[in-house]
Every structure is written in structure tokens, then in C-alpha cells.
């Protein structure tokens, strides 16, 4: 494994590599990490407001439909009395 230059301390004259951690190490390292958790927490939220917006949209789309109907009607019946 490399370990890059042997940079030295003052008064330290002798190097020793770090030993490799092992698998248990990693995995707690892993688990006690919060680095990147602000993003993922943000994108979840952005996820939810998605969802939400579109349910939304769905939603509301039969209830605009209906009053693009009502109107054209009534508009329709508006024409036909004043011709």
C-alpha cells in the first residue's frame, strides 16, 4: 500500500505506518458519519414537496376541468341568446 511522502515531525525519527482498520471499524465508522446528511435529509423534503405537488395537481385537474366545462357552456349559451 502507498502512504505517500515520509514527512516527519520534528524530533520524530523513525516511520510507521498506520495499520489497515478492519471491516468492524469501517462499518462504525460509516454509521457515526453525519457528513452528507444535510444534503440527504434536503432531498428527501424536495422528494415529499414533489409528490405532494403532483397528488395535488391530479387532484385539482377534475375540479378545473369541470369549471372550464361550466364556463364554455355558459358562454356557449351567452353566444346563442345574443346572436
Given at each position: 500500500?502507498?502512504?505517500?511522502a515520509?514527512?516527519l515531525a520534528?524530533?520524530v525519527?523513525s516511520w ?10 469501517l ?9 452528507g446528511?444535510?444534503l ?8 415529499f414537496?414533489?409528490l ?17 366545462s361550466?364556463?364554455?357552456?355558459r ?5 346563442t341568446?345574443?346572436?
Open positions: 500500500m502507498h502512504y505517500g515520509r514527512i520534528p524530533g525519527h510507521t505506518p498506520r495499520s489497515e482498520p478492519n471491516m468492524r471499524t462499518l462504525s465508522n460509516f454509521v457515526k458519519d453525519e457528513q446528511q444535510d440527504i435529509e434536503y432531498t428527501l423534503l424536495l422528494a414537496v414533489c405532494a405537488s403532483a397528488a395535488l395537481f391530479i387532484s385539482a385537474g377534475g375540479s378545473v376541468g369541470g369549471i372550464w361550466a364556463t364554455n357552456s358562454l356557449a349559451a351567452a353566444n341568446s345574443a346572436s
